[in-house]
């Protein structure tokens, strides 16, 4: 009897472990490959003291200042590209005052909401502007396609709004992109 009540405690055991261990490997699988990426090299405070620097030297609303701001976007391109392993965003300010956020296609809606605020949120903090941020997933060998914009409130500086086309409907809700590479004809 007790021998029986052993191999039963033991199979018992290692069920429960079993079930842990599938639990912990899904949700790993499930997890924002970009969380906490503010701490990824170069970290948000080394983003800011290298553009910091570059406002020292150059008058804010000088032409110099789109300078800074695509210097800005280059390291936030850096932050993920650089990081083990790598992510496929990519991040390009426009001198019409608007940054472009190009995501991997199979990238989840809600990291590119995170991913949007936060190079909005960073941008306000390291250059003092507030500019809207359109969504683009990217596609190999075809033109990144716009899919959401995220766009600052007017009537209350600390908060935007974000905006995606109807799915399956490109160019349905959002229709246009300000003037720049990836415009509309």
């Given at each position: 009897?007790k021998?029986?009540?052993?191999?039963?405690?033991?199979?018992?055991?290692v069920?429960i472990?079993?079930?842990?261990?599938?639990?912990k490997?899904?949700?790993?699988?499930?997890?924002?490959?970009?969380?906490?990426?503010?701490?990824w090299?170069?970290?948000?405070?080394?983003?800011?003291?290298r553009?910091?620097?570059?406002?020292e030297?150059?008058?804010?609303?000088?032409?110099?200042?789109?300078?800074?701001?695509?210097?800005?976007?280059?390291?936030?391109?850096?932050?993920f590209?650089?990081?083990?392993?790598?992510?496929?965003?990519l991040?390009k300010?426009?001198?019409?005052?608007?940054?472009?956020?190009?995501?991997?296609?199979?990238?989840?809606?809600?990291?590119?909401?995170?991913?949007?605020?936060?190079?909005?949120r960073?941008?306000?903090?390291?250059?003092?502007?507030?500019?809207?941020?359109?969504?683009y997933?990217?596609?190999i060998?075809?033109?990144?396609?716009?899919?959401?914009?995220?766009l600052?409130?007017?009537?209350?500086a600390?908060?935007?709004t974000?905006?995606?086309?109807?799915?399956?409907?490109?160019?349905?809700?959002?229709?246009?992109?300000?003037?720049?590479?990836?415009?509309?004809?």
């Amino acid at each position: 009897m007790k021998k029986e009540i052993k191999i039963g405690a033991s199979i018992l055991l290692v069920i429960i472990v079993v079930t842990i261990m599938v639990s912990k490997y899904r949700a790993s699988g499930d997890a924002d490959p970009t969380a906490g990426f503010q701490q990824w090299e170069p970290t948000a405070t080394e983003v800011y003291d290298r553009v910091d620097k570059k406002h020292e030297t150059i008058p804010p609303g000088s032409t110099g200042s789109v300078a800074s701001c695509q210097l800005f976007a280059k390291l936030i391109t850096s932050r993920f590209r650089g990081h083990t392993p790598p992510i496929a965003v990519l991040v390009k300010y426009h001198a019409s005052r608007w940054f472009a956020l190009e995501c991997p296609a199979r990238m989840e809606p809600w990291n590119l909401d995170n991913l949007a605020l936060d190079v909005w949120r960073e941008a306000r903090n390291d250059l003092a502007i507030s500019c809207p941020v359109m969504i683009y997933r990217t596609y190999i060998g075809a033109k990144p396609v716009l899919v959401g914009r995220l766009l600052p409130q007017k009537s209350d500086a600390n908060r935007a709004t974000i905006s995606y086309d109807k799915q399956g409907e490109i160019g349905g809700a959002i229709h246009n992109t300000p003037p720049g590479p990836y415009s509309n004809p």
